[in-house]
């Protein structure tokens, strides 16, 4: 195994162990201490982090001031118009240098560089997502020996790529090109092989990076090294037929090897080899008796087994290991009644993909850590998801992502690492695509979480929905966009299916999401699609209800944070939606205007900014939640539906349900209920109101569908109840509800209906839901009453809470970066509900009472006519202009 040895200024990472006295081949530096940077134009070295990135080694320096906070960003353009340099230097003794193949291994450069061995250059880069490994021993010496990397501007080079390519891509515009102060405004991100969002998206900043961002290893080795295994899983029945792919590098004449495969460290499988000088490619068939199998979150259990396999040849032994759960999945794309499927079956069961999609947490990458990975993952867990989708215009996720998927039970949607643009053509720019799928796919494929690899995010769409190929076939020629095309056709209908049938041959391929087909524009008859009529369209909600798609993988509305996140980037002369602050962290061109014109369609006016905020989030869940039920109702059709979007990588108004600082909005406790296997949904059919209930589970059982219309004093006014049998994986209707019947001579703005689904064996209550009957904002809301006590435990404060009528968005702030078990959610009158948060160490049950504040959405209304909010935000209007 893999041990970690701190030696002078480095750390070691060495395999020691000797097995059945044999000497381990391979051994590995680390070379992350030591290091120090500079402007390529200065003569000084300052102290530098690596794994990092410029902008954050200048932070760290207080040379520059946090680009989040404020309109910080602005001012911090020239960084990537600048050339770093990078140095470190590290120590080898003379056995060291002795071993027959010493390598260097980037994991992560970014973007474009030069690298300098004892001043000799060594490597040059032009791929932030590649891996780079070459052999240094020829340049390596006993002693010190100085390691220098030279980053390139990426903007100067892409620049360059750009003004020499001889004809205009179409122009994105996430590239925030004039925030970016890039002479003539030019559209650089598509030349440069690097996260699309650094240039600027919808959702983020314009911060252009450079630096090592990844590790970088001095590997030596002697007479082997297993440089790649691949455990691939052929079938699965009362045993799973699996097959072991193990890439070899030798050294020296043809020789013997016995190969050993190991599951959960019992010995299954050995086999004689041939090794022949150079790199070997063998394959070792093996079995696993009665398999356990890996399921979905909500489906079972997420059992992972731990296969290793060792490689002995004279003296000399390597390993490596994976963690792999056994499933089958399949992408299922058949003719239907509504036109051709797009859903997952999953162990030979078609599952509804219940989650969202995921950009990286930050811009600075080497800041998420391994806790920020988890938080992210265990709240998607925790909401019931099932699936993530990690979106093309960000990375290739770090392993630690991957490997929490696989142990919590999410399935990935991995796109490749192409976001609304068209690319160059020239060969030299095609082959680094090809070499980048290939490390990337080489590198996750043993992870049983990812379902499916998605050559683009809205390439395609953009293409032909969007007027692109109109607007180059006008502006310039249609040879032009046939080019154009032509790069786009070889890029993501040969080159990544390719590599994806060479090297991952059991998983899907899907060209462009939102897309019908090979080369097919987006449809709701077929394939997967991005609803952006609420939203951009200015649709209603209840436009959710009737546009319903095979698999939804993009809808989406935004809310702003809460105040306490809000706090931390603004001054309170920036708490206005429609100040530069406010507006600046807003990317969305059409962002802060849209949610207050939402939010006049659907609640009163708040009073006050804080109740902006707040009111905002209560909008952003109940628009999301519409969706997420219609999808789950329509089942039969649609199979899917992925939220935009599960994080924040800046603190930012955006789509996401959970914030930068890792607070849940009132959007992702919402999704945890509308998530849930078993789910209560009420569809306005105008005459009557429809009652589905919807489930995912993979049992039958008989239940008690309950309706109740109660006052908002807590009367109950009328009452009825269902026996049901509720079918394995299906939604279906079970009462119609008559307006002229049912809800005769209820006022509808002081009503609502309450769904319960009661297991018949227990009368236990499965799941809930609420109707209101009336927009939120004709609600005759009463003040509730509302009481609350705190109490503690040894890790937990706990709040209970009684109220007398009911109480509306029930919302606790407490200061804490923790989030409460359930939070802005409603109290019916007369109801008492408990719910906790983990202390913080500085905490005290004191400290905690004194901060924990408790409002309800009745507590946001003004009593005059116009509140205090609309007015300033009309003066800014006037004052500023909106975007």
């Known amino acids: ?30 070379l992350n201490e030591n290091w120090s940077f500079k402007n390529s134009k200065d003569t000084l070295w300052s102290q530098a982090s690596v794994p990092g990135t410029v902008h954050t080694d200048l932070l760290y320096l207080e040379k520059i001031e946090d680009p989040y906070y404020r309109l910080n960003e602005h001012e911090l353009q020239w960084i990537d118009k600048t050339d770093w340099h990078y140095q470190t230097t590290f120590n080898l003794s003379k056995e060291a240098i002795s071993k ?40 390596l010496k006993v002693g010190d020996n100085v390691l220098q990397i030279h980053f390139e501007s990426p903007i100067n080079k892409g620049v360059e790529k750009h003004d020499a390519l001889g004809y205009k891509l179409p122009l994105s515009d996430n ?12 559209h650089v991100s598509p030349f440069t092989r690097k996260a699309g969002y650094h240039f600027g998206w919808d959702w983020g900043p314009r911060l252009v990076t450079s630096g090592i961002w990844r590790p970088i290893t001095l590997r030596s080795w002697n007479h082997l090294k297993i440089e790649d295994v691949f455990i691939q899983q052929n079938s699965i029945s009362e045993k799973a037929n699996m097959t072991a792919f193990i890439e070899v590098d030798a050294t020296g004449k043809s020789d013997k090897a016995k190969a050993e495969i190991f599951v959960n460290g019992e010995s299954i499988k050995t086999a004689n080899l041939d090794l022949t000088n150079g790199k070997n490619n063998l394959s070792i068939p093996f079995e696993i008796e009665n398999p356990q199998l890996w399921w979905p979150n909500g489906m079972g259990e997420q059992y992972l087994y731990v296969v290793e396999v060792k490689l002995t040849s004279n003296e000399y032994v390597d390993s490596k290991s994976h963690k792999i759960g056994l499933r089958t999945i399949e992408l ?89 643009s068209m690319y160059p053509d020239d060969s030299k720019f095609l082959e680094n695509v090809k070499q980048e799928a290939i490390d990337n796919v080489k590198r996750l494929r043993n992870h049983t979480s ?65 897309g019908s087909d090979f080369g ?19 649709e209603p909600f209840e436009k959710y209800n009737t546009a319903i798609p095979r698999f939804m993988s993009e809808y989406g509305f935004q809310s702003f944070p809460e105040l306490a996140t809000v706090e931390k980037y603004t001054l309170p002369q920036d708490h206005n939606i429609y100040s530069d602050v406010m507006k600046s962290h807003q990317r969305s061109s059409i962002g802060n205007e849209t949610i207050e014109d939402y939010m006049l369609r659907y609640y009163k006016s708040p009073k006050d900014f804080a109740s902006f905020l707040y009111v905002s989030q209560l909008l952003q869940a109940y628009g999301v939640q519409v969706g997420i039920e219609a999808h789950r109702r329509n089942r039969d059709r649609c199979m899917g539906s992925l939220y935009w979007q599960i994080n924040d990588c800046w603190p930012v108004a955006s789509w996401s349900s959970i914030d930068y600082h890792g607070k849940w909005k009132a959007l992702h406790y919402t999704a945890k209920q509308s998530f849930e296997n078993f789910l209560i949904s009420f569809e306005d059919k105008g005459e009557h109101i429809d009652v589905f209930v919807v489930s995912d589970s993979l049992k039958p059982i008989n239940a008690t569908l309950k309706i109740t219309a109660i006052d908002f004093d807590g009367n109950i006014l009328k ?40 297991n018949t064996a227990d009368n236990k209550t499965i799941t809930e839901n609420i109707l209101y009957l009336s927009a939120f904002k004709n609600l005759k809301l009463p003040a509730p009453e509302l009481t609350y ?45 408990t719910i906790s948060i983990k202390k913080t160490k500085l905490e005290t049950l004191e400290s905690f009472t004194a901060k924990l504040n408790v409002i309800t959405l009745v507590d946001t209304y003004d009593n005059s006519e116009i509140s205090l909010l609309k007015q300033f935000t009309n003066m800014f209007k006037m004052t500023f202009g909106s975007r």
């Open 1 to 30: 195994m893999h041990k970690f040895i701190h030696y002078g200024l480095l750390s070691f990472l060495i395999i020691t162990s000797i097995m059945s006295c044999k000497v381990s081949s391979v051994s590995e530096i680390r």
């Open 520 to 538: 097919g524009k987006e449809s709701h008859d077929k394939g997967d699609a991005h609803y952006w009529m609420v939203w951009w369209g200015k």
């Open 175 to 186: 590239d925030l090109a004039k925030i970016g102060q890039v002479h003539g405004e030019k």
């Open 450 to 514: 990812i379902a499916l690899w998605c050559g683009n995010n809205e390439a395609l769409i953009a293409w032909e929905s969007w007027g692109w190929k109109d607007k180059i076939t006008r502006e310039q020629s249609k040879d032009v966009a046939n080019t154009i095309w032509k790069a786009y056709d070889t890029i993501f209908h040969k080159i990544l299916p390719k590599v994806v049938v060479n090297y991952d041959p059991t998983r899907p391929y899907w060209p462009s999401s939102p």
């Open 789 to 833: 006590a705190v109490t503690e435990t040894n890790d937990h404060f706990i709040v209970t809470l009684k109220t007398k009528k009911l109480a509306k968005n029930v919302f606790l702030a407490s200061g804490s970066s923790n989030n409460f078990s359930d939070n802005y959610f409603d109290m019916l009158p007369n109801t008492e509900k």
């Open 332 to 420: 299922i794309r058949e003719p239907d009644t509504f036109g051709t499927s797009f859903y997952f079956k999953v162990n030979g069961h078609p599952v509804f993909m219940k989650g969202a999609n995921y950009i990286p947490q930050d811009v600075f990458l080497p800041r998420v850590k391994k806790e920020n990975y988890g938080h992210i993952v265990s709240s998607a867990k925790a909401a019931n998801m099932n699936m993530l989708r990690v979106w093309g215009g960000g990375i290739y996720e770090n392993d630690e992502f991957y490997e929490l998927c696989d142990e919590m039970g999410l399935l990935v949607w991995q796109d490749f690492m192409f976001a609304c």
């Open 100 to 139: 027959q193949h010493i390598e260097l291994d980037f994991s992560g450069l970014d973007t474009y560089s030069k690298v300098y061995l004892n001043f000799s250059l060594l490597l040059e880069t032009d791929n932030m997502f590649r891996h780079y490994s070459v052999d240094a021993k020829q340049l």
């Open 719 to 758: 009452q009825q109840e269902t026996p049901i049998e509720v079918k394995e994986n299906q939604s279906k209707k079970y009462i119609s509800l008559l307006k002229n019947g049912f809800l005769t001579a209820i006022d509808s703005t002081k009503v609502l209906l309450k769904a319960e689904l009661l």
